[in-house]
């Protein structure tokens, strides 16, 4: 069972990520903001990684910065960013830091989500 981590600060969007991944048979773990997304990353071992850009405490780009400079004790596999913004340098920015790819929210239903996610594990 692949292990998924949804850090967001948005519980609607948390809450139903969440459901829609265990319904697939994944094994879902979640964070609400930056720093808690972090520390859950820095354990490591998760097969993906869905990161909110814009929360609380340390966006998106920041954990992927501090990422960086303290990487986890067990490697994760890739990092998606989910965003709703579609600026070019933010998601620019957040592939040289290592995300593996990202997600515009409004453009993404939960079936497409899931097969996004496939698609990285297959890849990874």
Known sequence: ??????VDDD???RELYEEVFKDAGFDVSTAFD?????????KGGYDVILLDVMMPK???I?????LQTTPPLVKNGPILLLT????ETVIQDAI??????????????PDILIAKVKE?????
Not at 62 to 66: E, I, M, N, S
Not at 96 to 109: N, Q
């Open 96 to 109: 040289k830091k290592g995300a593996a790819g990202f997600l515009i929210k409004t453009d993404v239903t």
């Open 34 to 42: 930056g720093e808690e997304g972090f520390n859950k990353m820095q």
């Open 1 to 6: 069972m692949a292990k998924i981590l949804i």
């Open 58 to 60: 340390l966006d998106g």
């Open 11 to 13: 519980l609607y969007i």
């Open 120 to 124: 990285y594990l297959v890849g990874a």
């Open 62 to 66: 920041g954990v992927l910065t501090k």
């Open 84 to 87: 709703n913004l579609a600026h």
